[in-house]
């Protein structure tokens, strides 16, 4: 009896600040701060970055992708103006020459050439069509100085200042590439006298 007594006496005196085992777990248990808001910015924000990220990366196949295009256009038009410029020479052979028999009608053998001419000169300008080749205009257009060599300058009055009067070679486009200029007589006004001109004029006079 002696000895359950001292126990019960060990039990009262436990000191108050001593913690009962498992209560510290149970305080670990209890309200935290939630993180979830945190967690869910950081995601967000991620998830922002990848986005622009793939915007990015998808604006730059798209330029990519296009100059390519543009590249492999480039090649074509320059392989074909090298093989179509060659085209030109033949098609005023053959224009020449079928203006030349039309000087001489009535003629059963030179209107057998006459036709062999015209057939294969109209050959020569559906081959150029097919690739979009372009007449540039002559007689009676304004004078532009990127597809046109003015051989000859005619004084006039007669005419607008830089009309196209004459043309001594047709020029061609492939589409905005200039595959030769055209060869062209061109309207110019006479100079108008200088002041010191007039002036000796006046003192001849």
Do not use: C
């Amino acid at each position: 009896m002696g000895k359950k007594k001292v126990n019960l006496e060990e039990q009262d005196s436990v000191p108050e600040n001593e913690t009962h085992p498992g209560a510290e777990k149970r305080e670990s248990e209890g309200p935290q701060p939630d993180s979830s808001l945190e967690t869910i910015e950081i995601l967000r924000r991620e998830k922002e970055e990848d986005h622009d990220l793939l915007l990015r990366k998808q604006a730059e196949f798209e330029n990519y992708r296009k100059r390519v295009v543009k590249e492999k256009e480039e090649l074509r038009l320059t392989a074909q103006a090298s093989v179509l410029e060659k085209l030109l020479p033949v098609l005023d052979a053959f224009e020449k020459g079928l203006h030349s028999l039309k000087a001489a009608p009535g003629e059963s053998e030179l209107e057998a050439y006459r036709e062999g001419y015209e057939l294969m000169f109209k050959e020569v300008q559906s081959v150029l069509q097919k690739f979009e080749v372009i007449e540039i205009p002559g007689v009676g257009a304004p004078f532009d100085p990127n597809v046109h060599e003015a051989v000859v300058r005619e004084v006039t009055t007669g005419h607008k200042e830089g009309e196209i009067l004459d043309e001594y070679r047709k020029g061609y486009k492939l589409k905005d590439r200039l595959l030769r200029p055209s060869q062209v007589k061109v309207a110019v006004h006479p100079a108008e006298p200088s002041v010191a001109q007039e002036k000796r004029q006046g003192e001849e006079e």
